[in-house]
C-alpha cells in the first residue's frame, strides 16, 4: 500500500504547479512530513532533490536516445 501511494504521489508530484501539501493530501497521507518521510525511504532523497535530480537528467536526453 506504501508503496503504491508513494507511486501516485510521485506522478502527481511531476504536474506542473503541484505542491507537497496538496499532494500528501489527495494521495491519503496524514500530513506532508509523512509524505516526505516514505520519499526519502523509496527514492532516497527528498521530493524536491529527486524532482530536480530527474529533471536534470532528462535534460541530457534528447527524444529519448542518450
Not at 8 to 32: E, H, I, V
Not at 33 to 62: I, T
Amino acid at each position: 500500500v506504501r508503496v503504491v501511494r508513494f507511486q501516485r504521489s510521485l506522478a502527481l508530484l511531476r504536474l506542473p504547479g503541484a505542491s507537497l501539501a496538496q499532494t500528501a493530501a489527495r494521495c491519503g497521507y496524514w500530513d506532508q512530513s509523512h509524505l516526505v518521510r516514505d520519499f526519502r525511504q523509496f527514492a532516497e532523497a527528498s521530493p524536491s532533490r529527486f524532482l530536480a535530480a530527474e529533471h536534470e537528467l532528462a535534460g541530457h536526453f534528447v527524444d529519448g536516445a542518450p
